[in-house]
T-cell receptor
Framework: GEDVEQSLFLSVREGDSSVINCTYT??????LYWYKQEPGAGLQLLTY?????DMKQDQRLTVLLNKKDKHLSLRIADTQTGDSAIYFC???????????FGTGTSLTVIP | KAGVTQTPRYLIKTRGQQVTLSCSPI?????VSWYQQTPGQGLQFLFE???????NKGNFPGRFSGRQFSNSRSEMNVSTLELGDSALYLC???????????FGSGTRLTVV
């Protein structure tokens, strides 16, 4: 199956920018996603990017996609303590109905 | 607009029992997927249903099964529970393929 990799931990100071990285293997992915999971909760869709785009910005969130290197990143500007959570990158296979999730990056925001 | 509703939120079962989890998708969503989340294995795909048909199945034993009803509500069943089945089970719905998947809050199953 497809392989999606993320670093496990990231720690930033409140007000700084956070950058969470992800690499994937399926070059036929149509959409790539970022989900957020807070303790005890399900997955919250943050944003997604279509594979023919290089960048997508949505308020404090910027997604960059390097399709040649199969690298996806999520930048959170002005990181707040409420952003502390686990962030999952996911790709959907080309049949369109199965996600492959990364291991998740645990973001800790230090006040 | 109501989100994806999973019931129950928490469940404790003993080894050997069977369990049924329920998922009500967002109104109008016809695709329902199930995922298992554990600390060791992360998020793993169980199966996906669309218009009452299972279109895709992950690599889980036959003890894990599911179904979808005509109103798009879905259930998953795990028979002969094992300790390793303890996990958060997440359901997601979408109006169509590839995008717009919304996840529920999950059912936390503990097998003792």
């Amino acid at each position: 199956g497809e392989d999606v990799e993320q670093s496990l931990f990231l720690s930033v100071r409140e007000g700084d920018s956070s950058v969470i990285n992800c690499t994937y293997t399926d070059s036929s992915s149509t959409y790539l996603y970022w989900y957020k999971q807070e303790p005890g909760a399900g997955l919250q869709l943050l944003t997604y990017i279509f594979s023919n785009m290089d960048m997508k910005q949505d308020q404090r969130l910027t997604v960059l996609l390097n399709k040649k290197d199969k690298h996806l990143s999520l930048r959170i500007a002005d990181t707040q303590t409420g952003d502390s959570a686990i962030y999952f990158c996911a790709e959907i296979e080309n049949t369109g109905n199965q996600f492959y999730f990364g291991t998740g990056t645990s973001l800790t925001v230090i006040p | 607009k109501a989100g994806v509703t999973q019931t129950p939120r928490y469940l404790i079962k003993t080894r050997g029992q069977q369990v049924t989890l329920s998922c009500s998708p967002i109104s109008g969503h016809r695709s329902v997927s199930w995922y298992q989340q554990t600390p060791g294995q992360g998020l793993q795909f169980l199966f996906e249903y669309f218009s009452e048909t299972q279109r895709n199945k992950g690599n889980f034993p036959g003890r894990f099964s599911g179904r979808q009803f005509s109103n798009s509500r879905s259930e998953m069943n795990v028979s002969t529970l094992e300790l390793g089945d303890s996990a958060l089970y997440l359901c997601a719905s979408s109006p169509s393929e590839s995008y717009g998947y919304t996840f529920g809050s999950g059912t936390r199953l503990t097998v003792v």
